[in-house]
């Protein structure tokens, strides 16, 4: 599970969250210990940059936030980063510099690495989105099984066992995901690959590759 590795798939210097990720093997063991983290590290965010406001939030001065956006906490919102009208950020939501969270976005016990882009219609929920991943308009995350079986990670003849009913995508730096697209409990894209529109994706989707319908993954040239 090599391509599953946190080394792998992110640049933990774009990322506020380089401490909790260095912790780890796999992505996934952090979902649990993101609320604990953002309360550590949010009172230490230089009241300079950040506001708190209400109860366990804190947004960079120079982040932009619609007056309509609901956040509720734990959060940490970025600077420059931009959470547009109507968006929901349910809570455990770390939102890095330079991201944009669009209208009518929901996000969920989540990591956002700098300039991620989820910017219309997304659900993004128990995941980590490295930097620069952009999800395009209505592309979702689905996070539990229909089963409601605990999730596992599958690669080929290879799984590791989450050990959690709750686990979304986890998407490696520079990733695009095409409009419309599901990404089901448990799926893990490598960097800089390419999933087109309307896809519904399991399992793996190695580094340098573009998933094309049903399953038929190719090597980007």
């Keep these: 599970m090599e391509e599953c590795k946190i080394k792998n798939l992110y640049n933990l210097e774009e990322t506020?969250?380089?401490?909790?990720?260095?912790?780890?093997?796999?992505p996934w063991e952090v979902l649990s210990k993101i609320e604990e983290y953002i309360l550590k590290i949010g009172e230490e965010l230089s009241k300079e940059d950040y506001n708190k406001v209400g109860e366990n939030v804190w947004i960079a001065k120079s982040a932009k936030v619609a007056p309509t956006a609901y956040i509720n906490g734990p959060a940490i919102i970025g600077e420059n980063a931009e959470v547009r009208h109507c968006a929901f950020i349910r809570g455990n939501a770390i939102v890095g510099n330079n991201a944009v969270v669009g209208?009518?976005?929901?996000?969920?016990?989540?990591?956002?690495?700098?300039?991620?882009?989820?910017?219309?219609?997304?659900?993004?929920?128990?995941s980590i989105l490295g930097y620069k991943?952009?999800?395009?308009?209505?592309?979702?995350?689905?996070?539990?099984?229909?089963?409601?079986?605990?999730?596992?990670?599958?690669?080929?003849?290879?799984?590791?066992?989450?050990?959690?009913?709750?686990?979304?995508?986890?998407i490696?730096?520079?990733?695009?995901?095409?409009?419309?697209?599901?990404?089901?409990?448990?799926?893990?894209?490598?960097?800089?690959?390419?999933?087109?529109?309307?896809?519904?994706v399991r399992g793996v989707v190695k580094a340098h590759s573009i998933y094309k319908k049903d399953g038929n993954i190719v090597d980007k040239v």
């Design 16 to 26: 506020i969250a380089k401490n909790l990720l260095e912790e780890a093997t796999y």
């Design 103 to 126: 209208n009518s976005t929901e996000l969920k016990n989540v990591i956002l690495f700098n300039n991620v882009q989820v910017p219309h219609y997304n659900y993004v929920g128990d």
């Design 133 to 170: 991943a952009h999800m395009g308009a209505g592309s979702i995350t689905s996070n539990v099984k229909s089963d409601k079986k605990l999730v596992v990670i599958k690669n080929g003849d290879e799984m590791v066992e989450t050990g959690r009913k709750k686990v979304g995508a986890m």
């Design 172 to 200: 490696g730096d520079n990733v695009e995901v095409g409009c419309g697209s599901v990404l089901n409990p448990g799926t893990v894209i490598g960097r800089d690959s390419n999933i087109y529109p309307l896809s519904s």
